[in-house]
T-cell receptor
Framework: EAGVTQFPSHSVIEKGQTVTLRCDPI?????LYWYRRVMGKEIKFLLHFVKESKQDESGMPNNRFLAERTGGTYSTLKVQPAELEDSGVYFC????????????FGPGTRLTVL | DQQVKQNSPSLSVQEGRISILNCDYTNSMFDYFLWYKKYPAEGPTFLIS?????DKNEDGRFTVFLNKSAKHLSLHIVPSQPGDSAVYFCAASAPTGGSYIPTFGRGTSLIVHP
């Protein structure tokens, strides 16, 4: 069974540009989560989808971030326009149920904003 | 304002010895605790968890201890192996709105020397 995949693995952009990150969850997992880790700091929650609906987006830093999950399958996270402080590793995770079951994480996308 | 704190950024241990990773939390509403392990260029993977109704959970070489009164948990690895070298994240969840989103610490980098 394929795990959570993320694309691209790395992205280097200039301040003011737009970047779109993609996450493909494990097949059959209705729950999809986005997290971000700024270097050396904690992994911070951004938002949670249940199928195509946003269940919790309390962690989204500001309106420059837009997440979508059309059709309840893969998800995209767009940053527009990117700022220097957006640099970090963006992780996607998925789970089958909303419970204390552990979430399965993807390898992350390392975003560098210059 | 960190609710989950891992005060040791790194830990170095000799192969065969015990590794003890510590974690403190401040939110008394947390009732489920998890440890994740992360290798470079990979996402975190679930390692072991413990519910607040228990004070110990063991899985092979890994044991997690929970001290609710001290709001402290620890992960013991015995015996430590070079393949255990990774970043370990402590995480805690509270049943807020049914989303069970974990709050992560900053991680402790464990190096096990042969």
């Amino acid at each position: 069974e394929a795990g959570v995949t993320q694309f691209p693995s790395h992205s280097v952009i200039e301040k003011g540009q737009t970047v779109t990150l993609r996450c493909d969850p494990i097949s059959g997992h209705d729950n999809l989560y986005w997290y971000r880790r700024v270097m050396g700091k904690e992994i911070k929650f951004l938002l949670h989808f249940v199928k195509e609906s946003k269940q919790d987006e309390s962690g989204m830093p500001n309106n420059r971030f837009l997440a979508e999950r059309t059709g309840g399958t893969y998800s995209t996270l767009k940053v527009q326009p990117a700022e220097l402080e957006d640099s970090g590793v963006y992780f996607c995770a998925s789970s089958q149920a909303v419970s204390y079951n552990e979430q399965f994480f993807g390898p992350g996308t390392r975003l560098t904003v210059l | 304002d960190q609710q989950v704190k891992q005060n040791s950024p790194s830990l170095s241990v000799q192969e065969g010895r015990i590794s003890i990773l510590n974690c403190d939390y401040t939110n008394s509403m947390f009732d489920y605790f998890l440890w994740y392990k992360k290798y470079p260029a990979e996402g975190p993977t679930f390692l072991i968890s413990i519910s607040s109704i228990k004070d110990k959970n063991e899985d092979g070489r890994f044991t997690v201890f929970l001290n609710k009164s001290a709001k402290h948990l620890s992960l013991h690895i015995v015996p430590s192996q070079p393949g255990d070298s990774a970043v370990y994240f402590c995480a805690a969840s509270a049943p807020t709105g049914g989303s069970y989103i974990p709050t992560f610490g900053r991680g402790t980098s464990l190096i096990v020397h042969p």
